[in-house]
């Protein structure tokens, strides 16, 4: 029978190929206090330094045993690039955007020359660098960004929403600007050994802004990303919280690989409704991964297994508090299973 | 223009998001003598009433509601000065927050529209709110409903920690308390001691309307 190094199985389960097994993996961030405490490594200095962020996503494979090394672990570095205020993160809790920068176009022009290598968007690189170098051959290389419209709504505030029905002209120049920086810099990340692209985009969600909101502003910007990686050989997958159902053929009109699910999704109907996409997911991370026993969260991956996903995987990020036994209980139950 | 023109009037500018129009007729309601509590529950509220409706079955959507929410705080904004305070009945008082931690804030403004506009006078404690306001608050405001939200995994603690300090303070018995946010299920609202959890704005605003006729009404005396 033909075996796969970790890193090929995860390439082709995205891509629908024929596999020997599961991967095990998670397309959301990986980092905990009981790898941190393992490895040395910790929130907040791991966000900010490349080796030691490149540390503690060593320790979701060694600790846990996921076969993929994942960075970063939160979603700010994107806004916090073009000078958005951030609230420092601690041990236990990821940074978040508190200030926007953009309020109209003239905003946006001053913020169209930028330089990659500046600010944290570079040390995720670095960090990439220093894994590709190490695992690269084996495991897959996973990056992860924020996408182009929650950036655009990090940038510009909640107004956000209203500006998308109220100003065209102003939503789709400032998605343009996003989605320009998103391919450059997920091309940047791939120039340093990443080989999977994790696109999250919490608020791009059709739910929320409704089906032509979404078709309007989301999937064009979705597809050019999806686009330019695979001309790279660089697998895409989407994450988009909340119950995505309705949105999904939507989604997968970008043309990006797989499509992470969180628990509010039922599988089974997720993946009835798209035609090639893989569907990943969808494990709850707090009344799952972090507040039950491995007994459950076996029963509980048995039931999603059982629901036919693509890709068994936490749902949304894992909690930064999940116990590794947890986590090791899903990787388990990844493993021995066979499509 | 009649004074149920002006009430219809309101009630569209609100549904078609129209914040300019809602200001303007409110200033015509009070220059017609119209009673500003009707021209905000009749008029105002009733559109964001079917806003939210309208969201529930998904022919309105996010960008929809905030311009609406938007069109109806620009007439409450002119209209609530001129409200009687003396007298009729006491609006019931809403104190909402996002938890300490969590600097998101959308749902819980969306929360806080929708119990508006169900007749609830709202006290906004903001986001990253400090565990002890809420009480503080409270105590205060001498408040009906408690709504807490949170997006973060992080930070649910907290939210466990707020609703204790009710307890605490020997005021759980006078206050209903609602919890929402991305993680957060009815379950976890249970174990933590809180009275629910609803999976949006408009069922979290129904359910308050209906819970605060189980409160004494002389608990804070």
Redesign the interface.
């Known amino acids: 029978m033909v075996t796969y190094t970790p890193k090929e199985r995860l390439a082709r389960a995205l891509t629908g190929k024929d596999v020997d097994r599961m991967p095990a993996v998670s397309f959301t961030q990986t980092a905990t206090v009981e790898q941190m405490e393992a490895c040395g490594a910790s929130w907040p200095e791991a966000n900010e330094d490349a080796q030691k962020m490149a540390t503690l996503a060593e320790a979701g494979h060694k600790q846990v045993g996921f076969e993929a090394v994942r960075v970063p672990f939160d979603i700010t570095a994107e806004a916090e690039f073009f000078g958005c205020q951030i ?1 420092p993160g601690t041990k ?3 940074p ?3 200030g926007h920068v953009v309020k109209d176009m003239s905003d946006i022009e001053k913020l169209r020359e930028y330089d990659l290598n500046q600010g944290r968007v570079s040390v995720v690189c670095d960090a990439i660098r220093i894994l590709a170098d190490k695992y690269g051959k084996e495991l897959p290389i996973m990056g992860s960004m924020l996408g182009p419209f929650s950036l655009a709504q990090h940038m510009n505030g ?1 107004d956000w ?2 500006a ?3 100003d065209e002209a102003f939503g789709m120049a400032l998605m343009d600007l996003t989605t320009e920086f998103n391919i450059a810099y997920a091309k940047k990340m791939a120039e340093n050994g990443a080989d999977t692209m994790v696109i999250i985009d919490p608020t791009a969600s059709a739910q ?3 089906d032509e ?1 979404y078709e309007k502003f989301v999937v064009p910007a979705h597809k050019k990303i999806a686009d330019a990686m695979r001309e790279l050989g660089v697998t895409t997958v989407l994450h988009i ?2 119950d995505t159902t ?1 949105g999904l053929e939507l989604m997968e009109s970008s043309g990006v690989d797989a499509i992470s699910v969180d628990q509010n999704v039922d599988v089974a109907t997720a993946v009835g409704k798209v035609d090639k996409a893989v569907i990943v997911g969808n494990l709850d ?3 799952v991964l ?1 507040n039950k026993d491995p007994e459950l969260v076996k029963a509980a991956s048995q039931k999603v297994l059982d629901a036919g996903v693509g890709v068994l995987a936490p749902g ?2 894992i ?2 508090k999940t116990p590794t036994k947890n986590l090791q209980a899903m990787v388990e139950m990844a493993k021995s299973h066979k499509y | 223009m009649e004074e149920s023109e002006i009430i219809n009037g309101l009630t569209n500018a609100v549904v078609n998001g129209k914040k300019d129009q809602a200001v303007e007729l409110a200033n015509q309601a009070l220059a017609a003598g119209i009673e500003p509590y009707m021209a905000v529950i009749e008029g105002l509220a009733k559109g964001m009433e079917i806003m939210g409706e309208k969201y529930e079955k998904k022919q309105a959507f996010m960008p929809h509601l905030l311009m609406a929410s938007n069109a109806m705080y620009g007439g409450m904004d002119v209209l609530t000065p001129h409200m009687k305070t003396e007298g009729g009945s006491k609006r019931a008082v809403l104190v909402i927050g996002s938890a300490e931690g969590d600097v998101h804030d959308i749902g819980k403004n969306l929360v806080k529209t929708m119990m508006s506009a169900m007749g609830f006078e709202a006290i906004d404690l903001g986001k990253d709110v400090p565990i002890g306001k809420f009480t503080e608050a409270a105590i205060e405001h001498k408040a009906d409903v408690i709504s807490v939200s949170t997006l973060m995994t992080s930070t649910m603690d907290n939210m466990e920690k707020i609703v204790k300090s009710f307890t605490e303070k020997g005021i759980r018995d006078k206050v209903k308390i609602i919890v929402g946010g991305a993680p957060i299920t009815p379950d976890y609202a249970a174990e933590i001691g809180a009275d629910t959890s609803k999976p949006d704005a408009m069922e979290a605003a129904k359910w308050a309307k209906e819970i605060v006729k189980e409160l004494p009404e002389n608990r804070w005396n």
Do not use: A, H, R, Y
């Open positions: 609230k236990e809790q990821q978040s955007v508190v909640d929403f209203m998308i029905m109220t929320l802004i409704g909101f919280c909340g309705s991370p707090v009344n972090w949304c990020g909690v930064s």
